[in-house]
């Protein structure tokens, strides 16, 4: 059983919003329902203000594709909806149509874990305008916030240099669902485990954890919380110093540790949760050190994130895992990726194809016309441009790109460089070719993508830009078409 499928009922035909059910029956109605076109879904800006993307949540998207219709009680449930006039919003031969309906687009993805970049499709959808158009608010749902976790976790795991970083978001997180995506996310982005007992067993994360607060506090004295959770779980034990006095609390783990050790176990480590970390972890790494543990590791937590952890290090902070929830699992200083779903292209009456392109007062939002696909170039050092091409159109042998949002701007490449292309096909008519992978093969994946790109684009603050670009016969298609819009425009 996938996934999804083990936490939500399925179908999920109606985890979508009104309007497209509204558009639905509008093409239903004028008999454009199974018109073929394409549609693109993508971000137009890398998230907290960094240079990159990490790709995440297709597995969710496959699971919900394959199972994807409306059932009798969706249909029942429609057939309640009304109108302004009070009278059925869908007439009953409607849904019988969405009733009968089975999935049957093409939809092309790129791979989770890999690095992606503003402009370029993560999913394409090509088959009957209806059913891309009831499909756009799940795919969104499912990709947007597990590509802004992903990342997320990316840069903190980037800025502990190495250290394990725990995911510990679950109290904090956006309810049920928002917590289990956010640990999963968390772990392709470069987490080592997560607090999570439900992700661990539905994507086999593995899972840390020790005790809270209230374990010293039901104990009349900090000493006697300690042994006795070391005489309950001898094999797990990081001690959580900072109830009352940080460094008495260090002392206080210390003597049960060597009671443990007597009796040939090991003390894990502490747990620093609040106070001054790059002092107390100093201080605490001393005395650890003093009384004969020198492996004994110095946990942290306490609202970390990329920034602070960096800062920490810079301090000389002793701490050797760092665990992270509130600001990993919401991704707090940027709540959504603001990803968006375009159409591309539609099939005429002839079978030709004619691109669609919506223009906007703001360069960023003018969408990028036609049926899209990504090459990569890199070369032994890694990564060295992206061109998005239009697959109706080809490629010419130039090996250069244009900048979406700056046509002066030009990336050419070199014709050694190796290419291939992003989008791997997920499903054909409707049925699921994709073979979701293992959670440790995306997050693998994650690193190697991290390791070929260029260290200025990693960066936190005012990262490099990493070219991504338009192929040019796609630029010019996009230019005219820009061009003739406003022209009629501008004469109606």
Excluded at 191 to 196: A, D, K, P, Q
Excluded at 309 to 326: E, F
Excluded at 458 to 464: D, V
Excluded at 467 to 475: F, K
Aim: aromatic share 8%; hydrophobic share 40%; proline share 5%.
């Amino acid at each position: 059983m996938s996934e999804l499928n083990t936490i939500y009922r399925t179908p999920l035909g109606l985890l979508t919003d009104l309007y497209q059910l509204t558009m639905a029956y509008g093409h239903w109605k004028l008999g454009r329902a199974e018109q073929q076109a394409v549609f693109h879904l993508f971000f137009r800006k890398s998230p907290f203000k960094g240079g990159y993307a990490i790709a995440a949540g297709l597995s969710h998207v496959v699971d919900l594709l394959r199972e994807f219709r409306f059932d009798p009680t969706d249909i029942a449930y429609l057939a309640t909806l009304t109108g302004n006039d009070g009278r059925a919003l869908f007439e009953p031969a409607f849904l019988d149509y969405l009733g009968e309906m089975r999935f049957a687009c093409d939809v092309d993805a790129i791979p989770e874990g890999t690095v992606v970049f503003p402009n370029q499709p993560l999913l394409r959808v090509r088959g009957p305008i209806l059913q891309g158009q009831v499909i756009e608010t799940a795919l969104l749902n499912m990709v947007n916030f597990q590509t802004l976790v992903a990342t997320k976790a990316s840069r903190i795991c980037a800025a502990a240099g190495g250290d394990p970083v725990l995911e510990f978001g679950l109290r904090r997180a956006q309810g049920v669902d928002g917590s289990l995506a956010a640990s999963r996310a968390a772990y392709i982005g470069g987490c080592s485990s997560t607090s999570n007992v439900l992700a661990g067993k539905l994507y086999g994360i593995p899972v840390k954890g020790t005790h809270a607060h209230s374990w010293i506090m039901s104990f009349d004295n900090e000493p006697d919380a300690f042994a006795g959770y070391a005489e309950a779980m001898p094999n797990n034990c990081v001690f959580l110093v900072d109830t009352y006095d940080t460094l008495v609390g260090v002392r206080n783990a210390i003597d049960v540790g060597l009671q443990l050790r007597r009796r040939g176990h090991e003390m894990v480590g502490i747990r620093l949760d609040s106070g001054d970390l790059a002092y107390l972890s100093i201080e605490a790494r001393r005395l650890l050190d003093e009384a004969g543990f020198p492996d004994a590791a110095i946990v942290a937590s306490n609202d970390l994130d990329e920034h602070i952890i960096k800062d920490l290090k810079n301090q000389g902070a002793t701490i050797a895992v760092w665990g992270v929830g509130t600001k990993l699992s919401t991704a707090y200083d940027q709540p959504a990726l603001g990803g968006v779903y375009k159409l591309g292209a539609v099939e005429e009456s002839d079978g030709a194809w004619a691109p669609r392109v919506k223009l906007s007062e703001q360069a960023i939002k003018t969408s990028i016309p036609g049926m899209l696909q990504v090459r990569r170039f890199a070369d032994a050092r890694g990564m060295i441009a992206d061109m998005i091409y239009d697959e109706l159109t080809g490629v010419d042998g130039a090996r250069r790109v244009v900048d979406p949002t700056d046509p002066t701007r030009h990336k050419r490449i070199s014709p050694d460089a190796d290419a291939r292309d992003l989008l791997v096909p997920v499903t054909r008519n409707g049925q699921v070719v994709y073979e979701n992978e293992p959670l440790v093969d995306i997050r693998d994946r994650a690193q190697q993508e991290l390791a070929s790109l260029h260290p200025g684009t990693r960066r936190f603050m005012n990262p490099h830009e990493y070219p991504v670009g338009l192929e040019p016969t796609l630029h010019e298609l996009r230019r005219r078409m820009i061009d003739d819009a406003r022209t009629v425009a501008e004469a109606n």
